[in-house]
């Protein structure tokens, strides 16, 4: 999926329990990181497309940032799991959503790279199961709506907690952008989610994230 969509995750996960602002950033980071890979592009297409989602969209990429986030943060249990499940969202939705037109073939998601699948000669060769037959293309109807709630999300965590990704470049300009958003919908943020709100929130997060893996354990099972 596009990049701004896994933003818009990743920053619902760094926001379902409450966090520090040090740790919301480790635990957004988890969400946007395996991106990183993509930044080939700036060279030439070729390094984008051999190492777009090989390098980083990994479970050892992901136990690399997660060693660094259980040693940055004091709230250990709780980013660690949070980060590690942030990753695994993006590596779910890449699986799924981020296929070309219908008939190319899908993207590969290499998910114990290095350990199995290599590039040899200028292809990407693995088990079938790092292709996902049900890959759709990237600008289909299911990116858009996951986008469109993902922005909802943005919006709820903004006029309710007081606070967007804009407060990892500065507290006052999150805090009047927040200002706003809440005049405009005539809401008044708290310090954190209610009980009920919060036990809600975690239940639909957990059900949405461990639908997400089972259908990727699905759609690898029916790879051939
Ligand atoms: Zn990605």
């Known amino acids: 999926m596009a990049p701004g969509t896994h933003a818009l995750i990743g920053w619902w996960t760094a926001n379902v329990v409450p966090l520090t602002r040090r740790d919301r950033l480790l635990v957004f980071l988890g969400g946007v990181l395996p991106d990183l890979d993509g930044l080939g592009l700036l060279f030439s297409d070729e390094a984008y497309l051999t190492y777009h989602h090989v390098l980083f969209h990994n479970v050892f990429a992901c136990l690399g940032w997660t060693v660094l986030v259980a040693l940055a943060t004091k709230d250990r249990l709780r980013c660690v799991v949070l980060c590690v499940l942030n990753w695994h969202l993006h590596l779910a939705c890449d699986y799924f959503g981020s296929r070309g037109p ?102 639909s997060y957990l059900i949405v994230t461990i639908a997400a893996l089972f259908a990727c354990v699905i759609a690898a099972a029916h790879s051939s």
Request: aromatic share 22%; proline share 8%; hydrophobic share 45%.
């Open 102 to 203: 219908w008939d190319t073939q899908p993207w590969v998601l290499p998910y114990f790279y290095p350990l199995i699948g290599r590039q040899e000669g200028g292809k990407f060769v693995g088990p079938p199961w790092y292709w996902n037959p049900w890959q759709w293309p990237l600008d289909s109807w299911p990116n858009l709506l996951v986008t469109l709630g993902g922005f909802a999300g943005w919006l709820y965590i903004a006029v309710r907690l007081n606070r967007t990704w804009f407060e990892f470049v500065s507290l006052r300009m999150d805090a009047e952008f927040c200002r706003v958003l809440q005049k405009w919908f005539g809401t008044r943020a708290t310090a954190t989610w209610s009980d009920r709100e919060g036990k809600l929130i975690r239940k």
